[in-house]
Structures are given as C-alpha cells and as structure tokens.
C-alpha cells in the first residue's frame, strides 16, 4: 500500500479477495477499514462460493446496491474490458466514494480502475498491508 494512504480508508471489494482472504482465515484483516462496501452482485457471488467470508464479526461489511446505470466511460471500459457484473459494480460504486480503495484481483478491473483514477489492491495487498501495520 502506498505510504499516502490514509488510515481509515473505506474499501469496495470485488469478490475475489473476500474469497481469497477466506480461504487463508484472513477477512478480520479488513476490521482495520471503518467501511467495506459490497455491491449486490459481488455479495451474492460470495455468498455463493465462501458464505463464511461475509460472517466475520470484527468486519462492518455493508452491502450496498448501485441505483443509477453504469456512467458511460465506466459502460466502455466494462464492455472493452469484459468485466463481469461485481466488478463494474465494485468500480461503480468506488467511483461514489472518492478516495475509497477498491479491492480486486482481477487485472482487467484493475485497468479499469487505474483509468477511472481509482485506487486498487488485491489480496497479497491486504496481507502485506497488515504486516506493515504490525
């Protein structure tokens, strides 16, 4: 993570690293954010494959639901790119919290992201996040 970074920073997850992060025993690592927003879709999609990883106690997982369509530059990338549902979702609504962080393991989403001027992380950046953290 980038040493600018601020403390508290809320997060958008993309479904790959809430399922990652299950699979090692590590989604409390995402308590240390005051927010983790989960579009619909990728809730869904998590809930489906890892149910546990939406279970944690220590996290304030907040589901949330974009109301308005995709804005048209987020409509090309998506389409140019092939993102999936979650993922333009994900970036949607990272796109309504400025300054937010969007996790995602996805390298398409990723592109997308760096060209919305979002920032992103994927799950090694969670891990190395927290031991830097201590």
């Known amino acids: 993570m980038a040493g600018n970074e601020p403390a508290r920073q809320i997060v958008v ?3 790959g690293p809430l399922i990652h992060l299950d699979e090692v025993g590590c989604v409390e690592l995402l308590a240390d954010f005051p927010q983790v927003l989960v579009p ?3 809730w869904d999609e998590v809930a489906k494959h890892r149910p546990n990883a939406l279970t944690q106690s220590t996290v304030h997982f907040h589901k949330v639901t974009p109301t308005e369509a995709l804005p048209p530059e987020l409509d090309v990338l998506s389409r140019l ?3 999936h549902r979650g ?3 994900a970036l949607h609504v990272a796109q309504t919290h400025p300054g937010c962080l969007v996790l995602t393991d996805d390298t398409a989403a990723r592109l997308a992201a760096r060209n919305l001027g979002l920032m992103t ?3 090694i950046g969670v891990l190395l996040r927290s031991i830097r953290r201590k």
């Open 13 to 15: 997850c993309d479904a």
């Open 40 to 42: 619909e879709a990728v």
């Open 81 to 83: 790119l092939g993102l």
């Open 87 to 89: 993922e333009q979702e």
């Open 121 to 123: 992380h994927g799950t």
